[in-house]
């Protein structure tokens, strides 16, 4: 089993692990924060709509804006702008840089206002290949929620500016606002509203305003004072065309995703009514272990990986990124054993209620089950990406991504037939697999960069990790059936939180003392530098 932490002198590799531990922690406390919100969000959503026709319209009206949201903001922030903006401080020159950023957000500017415009004429000719039964409603929903593309790309450019500064608590903050807002329009404008899904539609333009002006006075204190230049400066200026180039092949890219998840949707909608509300409420609860870790590590690691690679400091790029790929299988691979075997808790737990049956169960069940299986390859995605941003390569990852979206949707039509929802679950399952070893083969490009080394470091402690966490879950098997029948009847707090909690502290305890007479050194480190922070 291979043992990267050897690489390094002692002294050398816990200042690194607890470093990314240090920078993500606070990072994922917030984003726990969000995606807990986020969660009761669609706890509400299911409460007031289920997976009714309307529950499916509301899920597809808030999804399109939010694919071009990958193309405006994560992507062009994520990919273009951190690493190129991390160029500038590097070389210090407050006039060039003051320069690109208004250059950056006039050009951003335009192009998000163009999108939105379009986007709104043609939503009348792009929805109906969804086959829902409430069109109208639907085409109404995704009208109205269509500027939250520009409020949410100008928040990410704010959030940009922070994290490359390694100022993370305000872009942590901004989400939690965002799902706030759109639980207390739910239930504060429902009543004057024809139904709950306009009022949360509402909330969704409403928090992200706020999600954006929250970020503003951090930029304003570290002295920025950005503003709006001509069209002809922000196309010409050097940093914004360098944003461009990087950007270009990830517009393919976004695009080849966006076809994607039309297409999914699209056949999840045909797969029968709350198909597509079923998946939506499936791959929440799988952004909420994915954003809590993944989404933090991977924000902290990209500037550190942009700051390494333009320093040509290969060894301290090589380490930060095995550690933080360490990292992620440590928390990834219990919690997908973990949540295989409670699947069916969980989600009786946090939706069923009203509108939210037994058939909803059941829908939900079946694609958590599949989507779950996935979690480590999305979440080592997310950090394997920035890898490649970090030195301007966004070629790669584009065309990674490119090939899995394409065995995707072969999948999701193959498997939708036979399987409804849950195959088009075990489709982005699969896909992610292939865009994991996509990326690791592309990487190897960079002579510089130790894919190898990472990868026989991965292999090894997955598998260390996989049978701790089968050996942690046997107990569970059989208590399981004890416990709910001992809670059966007394509310879906005490009848599902109780036996989830107690199952959830055996399971940590027994995989927690696995690790501890294994020695194991990741754990060690994120133990020394969580207990130096409290």
């Known amino acids: 089993m291979a043992d990267t932490t050897e690489t390094l002198t002692e002294p050398e590799k816990p200042e690194k692990a607890s470093s990314l531990v240090k920078q993500g922690s606070l990072l994922s406390l917030l984003t726990l924060g969000s995606r807990v919100m986020g969660l009761i969000r669609e706890m509400v959503k299911a409460a007031l709509l289920g997976t009714t026709p309307l529950s499916d319209a509301f899920t597809v009206a808030f999804m399109i804006p939010n694919l071009f949201r990958r193309l405006f903001a994560e992507g062009s922030i994520a990919v273009a702008f951190i690493p190129t903006f991390k160029g500038y401080l590097i070389e210090g020159n407050k006039e060039k840089t003051k320069e690109f950023l208004s250059s950056f957000i006039t050009l951003l ?210 380490q930060r990124l095995i550690t933080a790929m360490d990292i992620i299988a440590l928390i990834t691979i219990p919690v997908t054993v973990f949540s295989i075997q409670q699947g069916e808790v969980i989600i009786r737990l946090l939706f069923q209620a009203n509108s939210f049956n037994e058939e909803s169960v059941a829908l939900t069940k079946i694609a958590f089950t599949y989507h779950i299986v996935g979690l480590f390859f999305i979440a080592i995605n997310r950090i394997l990406a920035p890898a490649f941003y970090a030195q301007s390569d966004s070629k790669s990852p584009t065309l990674a991504g490119i090939l899995s979206f394409i065995v995707n949707m072969i999948l999701a039509a193959l498997l939708v037939g036979p399987m409804k929802g849950g195959g088009v679950a075990l489709a982005l399952t699969l896909a992610s697999m292939v865009n994991t070893a996509f990326l690791l083969l592309f990487l190897r490009k960079n002579p510089q960069v130790a894919v190898g080394r990472a990868v026989a470091s991965a292999l090894g402690y997955t598998t260390k990790l996989a049978l701790f966490s089968v050996i942690a879950v046997l107990p569970i098997i059989y208590l399981n059936p004890l416990l709910l029948s001992l809670f059966k009847g007394r509310g879906r707090l005490i009848g599902y939180g109780v036996p989830l909690l107690l199952n959830g502290l055996v399971f940590g305890a027994i995989g927690v003392t696995l690790l501890v007479l294994s020695k194991d050194k990741q754990a060690r480190y994120i133990g020394k530098s969580l207990k130096r922070r409290l």
């Open 109 to 318: 500017t335009f192009l998000v206002t163009l999108a939105v415009l379009i986007g709104m004429a043609l939503t009348p000719i792009l929805v109906p290949i969804f086959s829902l039964k409430e069109l109208d409603e639907t085409i109404l929903l995704t009208q109205i929620m269509f500027p939250f593309l520009a409020l949410i790309s100008f928040a990410a450019f704010l959030q940009g500016i922070l994290n490359t500064h390694s100022i993370f608590a305000p872009s942590g903050v901004a989400p939690i606002v965002l799902n706030v807002v759109i639980i207390i329009a739910a239930y504060a404008l429902s009543p004057f509203m024809k139904n709950p899904a306009r009022a949360m539609a509402v909330g969704v333009i409403v928090g992200g305003t706020l999600q954006a002006l929250i970020q503003w006075p951090a930029v304003h204190r570290l002295g920025y004072r950005i503003s709006f230049t001509s069209l002809k400066k922000a196309f010409t200026n050097p940093g914004t065309r360098t944003v461009l180039r990087l950007i270009g092949p990830t517009i393919i890219g976004m695009a080849a995703y966006q076809l994607n998840d039309l297409v999914s949707t699209a056949l999840a909608g045909k797969a029968g009514p709350g198909v597509v509300s079923s998946l939506q409420y499936s791959l929440r609860l799988q952004e909420l272990f994915l954003g809590i870790f993944a989404v933090s590590i991977g924000t902290v690691l990209l500037p550190d990986l942009a700051g390494f690679a333009k320093k040509s400091q290969w060894d301290e790029y090589n």
